[in-house]
């Protein structure tokens, strides 16, 4: 059993830094790919990165989380995300998701690209 817990998130104001992290657990293949989504209430989720396990791969999202969000992989079950210069409209529940897939090779901000999901943390951003 694929189990994925994300910690990290909390209150922040503008301008600070956050430093997500997810564990995977019960994960055979070495080979995946991991990725990060956001939520706010009433939308779909966004895809804000993803990474290969072998580091050799990386997406980010759309303009807005370019240059201040960097995702990491530790190793082949875990996977980062570093949060910079926070804003308000980066409040959302943070979601880590891993795809058995070569990231390469999938449409990596669909998210049902990912077969397992983690519990989601939440990250508030005030002014």
């Known amino acids: 059993q694929v189990r994925l817990v994300e910690s990290g998130g909390g209150s922040v104001q503008a301008g600070g830094s956050l430093r997500l992290s997810c564990e995977a657990s019960?994960?055979?293949?070495?080979?995946?790919?991991m990725a990060w989504f956001r939520q706010v209430p009433g939308k779909g989720r966004e895809g804000v990165a993803a990474?290969?396990?072998?580091?050799?791969?990386?997406y980010y999202g759309d303009s807005s989380v370019k240059g201040r969000f960097t995702i990491s992989r530790d190793s082949a079950t875990s996977v980062s995300l570093q949060i910079n210069s926070l804003k308000p409209e980066d409040t959302a529940m943070y979601y880590c998701a891993v795809s058995f897939e070569l990231c390469a090779t999938i449409s990596h901000s669909d998210e049902n690209m990912y077969s397992y999901w983690g519990q989601g943390t939440q990250v508030t951003v005030s002014t």
């Open positions: 990474m290969s396990s072998t580091s050799t791969w990386k």
């Open positions: 019960g994960i055979t293949d070495s080979r995946n790919c």
